[in-house]
């Protein structure tokens, strides 16, 4: 693990500094560096790095001699070590060379891939669901690219925070999203239909399109987060197998022009999905799966027994901090 000095530095340096041109560039860096940040294209070229390592005891004065330089810095250190890792990322040899001579320490180049957070504090959220799914923060082509590479076989979901529930950082959805992937498994190329109740960001109707749902109904109530689910849906290039719906998953489900589903997914909250248990039958095909998630530990024996009074039987539980998330059947009649 590592501490970061990097953004009270970078601040702190800012702040200061008039900055210029190349200058501009390490900023640059800084944002790529920066899950938060912004890519920049256009500065997609080798980059030179000089750096140097320093005593905990004299980084003040070591930053304030760089500061006075204009020079623009990151300060990293491993936890449990002492030093300091100074680093400044210039556009040429002769720039990151003259560092040197000024200040010691050695340089380097820095390839584009390099760039990419991979690993480490500044690298984007990934969530890996078995070994099919890999969920991350990151929405930049290019980082998204790399994600790919790095795991070729696996569907790479990009959910930036946005002003929606369900970027996969939430147990609640991780818990979702795992019970997809084993229920997609498990179904295999048979075309299977999903309802997803609630759907916010659109990230567990936008899986179960890319693991092999020939059709998804996803429901919410909300119009912004509703909104966010429609241009995920397109960035995922599923939007022709959702269908977007705002409205109230009560309704919904009672609806009954909305038909029955094989799998319903509906990570809601407790109160909710005690209400809604009885009616879950009605939207599901016999056999048909339902995933619930958005329920404590303290609530999971309420929960159960609404399933069973509704023939549901729940059968695997997945237990992440205080949050569960269920995945029950709807045994199959022999009438
Ligand atoms: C916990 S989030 C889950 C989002 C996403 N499905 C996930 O798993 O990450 C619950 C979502 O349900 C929506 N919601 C709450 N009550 C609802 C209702 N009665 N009908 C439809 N959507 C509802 C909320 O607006 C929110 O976006």
């Known amino acids: 693990m590592v501490e970061s000095g990097c953004s009270s530095g970078v601040e702190r340096n800012l702040a200061k500094v008039d900055v210029v041109s190349s200058n501009l560039i390490t900023r640059s860096i800084f944002s790529l560096r920066n899950p938060a940040g912004v890519i920049h294209p256009d500065v997609l070229e080798t980059l030179f790095r000089w750096s140097k390592f320093v005593d ?4 003040e004065e070591w930053e304030a001699r760089l500061i006075g330089s204009e020079v623009i810095y990151t300060a990293d250190k491993p936890v449990n070590r002492k030093r300091w890792q100074l680093s400044s990322y210039v556009m040429s040899r002769e720039e990151a060379d003259e560092l040197r001579s000024k200040f010691g320490g050695g340089v380097s180049s820095v390839h584009p891939d390099e760039w990419l957070p991979s690993a480490g504090p500044d690298a984007p959220f990934i ?12 929405d930049e082509e290019i980082v998204l690219r790399k994600i790919q590479e790095e795991y070729p076989d696996r569907i790479i979901l990009s959910f930036p925070p946005q002003l929606a529930f369900g970027t ?8 979702c999203l795992r019970f997809l992937v084993d229920i997609s498994r498990a179904r295999g190329r048979e075309g299977w239909t999903m309802l997803d109740l609630g759907c916010g960001s659109g990230i567990l109707a936008i899986a179960a399109a890319k693991l092999g749902a020939e059709r998804v109904v996803a429901v919410e109530i909300d119009d912004v987060a509703l909104r966010h689910a429609i241009r995920n849906a397109a960035r995922h290039g599923v939007e022709d197998r959702i269908e977007f719906l705002k409205g109230d998953a009560f309704s919904l489900l009672c609806g009954k022009e909305r038909g029955k589903f094989d799998v319903i997914a509906a990570n809601l909250f407790s109160s909710l999905l005690v209400e809604l248990m009885p009616n879950f039958p009605q939207g599901m095909r016999e056999s048909g799966d339902l995933v619930i998630s958005g329920f404590l530990t303290t609530q999971t024996r309420e929960v159960v027994a609404a399933g069973d009074d509704a ?9 992440r901090g205080k949050w569960i998330a269920a995945k029950g059947c709807l045994p199959k009649t022999n009438d």
């Open 56 to 59: 905990e005891e004299a980084l």
């Open 127 to 138: 969530l890996k669901i078995r070994s099919a799914i890999v969920v991350t923060e990151a």
């Open 168 to 175: 996969g950082s939430h147990p609640t959805t991780a818990g």
């Open 311 to 319: 023939g549901i039987q729940f059968d695997d539980f997945l237990r």
